[in-house]
């Protein structure tokens, strides 16, 4: 059988571990798979797709900034993606591109399995409200938090994202500018890139978070650093970066294409490896 062609599409791509923890489920696995970065802007993606589909693309990952991107260009999405306005997996079938979101399994999987964390809680706050933010909100809502509060930069998108997700009441969006009176929360998400643009970016108010509070970036390596760095001194009780996401979400995207499901501890172990001071907690 010929080897099956997948990859990674995003904007830049090149430091993407996704070719790596692929590379290791498929080894685990024994599946043999050929998996590759491909650099793509949201203008040229569509010709990126369709000539990774002409030499014969059978799945591929989707990163920033092209989540919305794959959406509009999939046939048919799963209604996880259809609530998240999100792609990050494309598989090919019956000659057309299918879209999943394996982003808020991946995060629930993570937090909850791997980090202990209960989401049951009463108040949690979502930083951010793009591609990110649209692709784990449905699922935190569905671990049980009984207010999820979506503040933006631009509110227009946290009050889009509120009304996509259909649970008025639970989901409620703020502005930004009021972030310092809204009282503290269980847990605070960062799905922001805010923290691409370095520390300057994190003048969070501290009256966010209380001694309980568990701080979560969806980022991870460099990126994470400011806001993670915010949580400590504001005293957060634990503070988790996006690796472990990013491996669960892999996997599930993983099962997806190949029915079967590796075991993500040792690849998330070899990568934590490399990458040893972001997650500190209790
Ligand atoms: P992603 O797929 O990472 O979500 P995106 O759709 O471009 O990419 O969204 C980036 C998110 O980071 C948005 O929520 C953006 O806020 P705006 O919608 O107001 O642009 C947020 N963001 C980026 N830089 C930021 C900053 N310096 N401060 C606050 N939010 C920022």
Known sequence: MSIRRYAVFGHPVVHSLSPRIHGAFARQTGIALDYAAIDATPEDFPAALEAFTASGGAGANVTLPLKEAAFA????????????????????????????????????????????????????LLLGAGGAARGVAPALLDAGMDELWIVNRNPQRADALVDALGEPGRAISRYWEDLGRLGDFDLVINATSAGREGAAAFALPFTLTNDRTAAVDLNYGEAAIPFLAWARAAGCRRTVDGLGMLVEQAAESFHGWHGMRPETDPVYAALRERDATLVTGD
């Open 73 to 124: 260009l999939c046939a048919r999405t799963s209604e996880r993606a259809r609530r998240a306005g999100a792609v990050n997996t494309l598989t090919r079938s019956d000659g057309q591109w299918h879209g999943d979101n394996t982003d808020g399994a991946g995060l629930v999987r993570d937090l909850m399995d791997r980090q202990g964390l209960d989401l049951r809680v009463n108040r949690a």
